[in-house]
């Protein structure tokens, strides 16, 4: 059985940093991508960071381009968000999710994690 397990989180002043986790397990990813979203209070939720297993290609949500780092441990099948000069408004759930290739949607989730970023 495919899970993502998260782990990170919690609380922080504006301008500190967190780092997310996600580890994978249940079937071999290396072909997948992996995305980081997340949900705040009464919003829909929205793209963060993707990247792939293997090639390296990453992509950011321009409200986060120069603060946030997604980065792979192939090793360790875990992915990371590292989030820096964070802003309240970075304040929400944050889920990790698997892309299977040449699929639209993603495919598997993470449980979610909370993130409160304190003004």
């Known amino acids: 059985q495919v899970q993502l397990v998260q782990s990170g989180g919690g609380l922080v002043q504006a301008g500190g940093s967190l780092r997310l986790s996600c580890a994978a397990s249940?079937?071999?990813?290396?072909?997948?991508?992996m995305g980081w979203f997340r949900q705040a209070p009464g919003k829909e939720r929205e793209f963060v960071a993707r990247?792939?297993?293997?090639?390296?290609?990453?992509y950011y949500a321009d409200s986060v381009k120069g603060r946030f780092t997604i980065s792979r441990d192939n090793a360790k099948n875990t992915v990371y968000l590292q989030m820096n000069s964070l802003k309240p408004e970075d304040t929400a759930v944050y889920y990790c999710?698997?892309?299977?290739?040449?699929?639209?949607?993603?495919?598997?989730w993470g449980q979610g994690t909370q993130v409160t970023v304190s003004s």
């Open positions: 999710a698997a892309q299977a290739p040449l699929r639209k949607s993603y495919d598997y």
């Open positions: 249940g079937r071999t990813f290396s072909d997948y991508a």
């Open positions: 990247i792939r297993w293997s090639g390296g290609s990453v």
